[in-house]
């Protein structure tokens, strides 16, 4: 048996110093956050059925974390970016149009970076 070394040194987080493998599936948590300000700290899986308007905000940012957002966009709101969230030319009018998709990011701490898929019919 291969010791592992285990940072426990912030509340409720471990850095493993090793490779880690999961033998089967790691599952996460889905957070609803509505409004489009996205906390890195509270999941890395988030849905978001916004009422109005609302600009794609990170905060909380780690170096290297990544995730998703399952945006239903069922009233066609218009979504804008923060400075910090990276976008390409047509992402931004791409999810204003009614309906759902899905939101990929990456974080390298500092910034977010978007992709996004089609609209999901």
């Known amino acids: 048996i291969t010791a592992l070394l285990l940072d426990m040194s912030a509340a ?8 880690v493998t999961v033998g089967t599936n790691a599952v ?3 957070t609803t956050d509505n409004d489009g300000s996205f906390d890195l700290e509270a999941s890395n899986n988030f849905k978001c059925t916004p009422s109005g308007s609302f ?7 780690d170096n290297t974390q990544t995730g998703n ?12 970016a923060h400075g910090n969230t990276k976008v390409d030319a047509s992402i931004l009018a791409t999810i204003t149009a009614a309906g759902t998709y899905l939101i990929a990011y990456f974080s390298d701490g500092t910034n977010v970076y978007l992709t996004n898929s089609a ?3």
Do not use: C, E, M, P
Not at 69 to 80: D, F, R
């Open 12 to 19: 409720g987080a471990a850095t493993f110093n090793s490779k």
């Open 69 to 80: 957002i399952l945006l239903v966009n069922s009233g066609g709101h218009t979504v804008s």
């Open 55 to 61: 600009t794609l905000t990170f905060t909380n940012r």
């Open 28 to 30: 996460g948590t889905l």
């Open 119 to 121: 609209v999901y019919t």
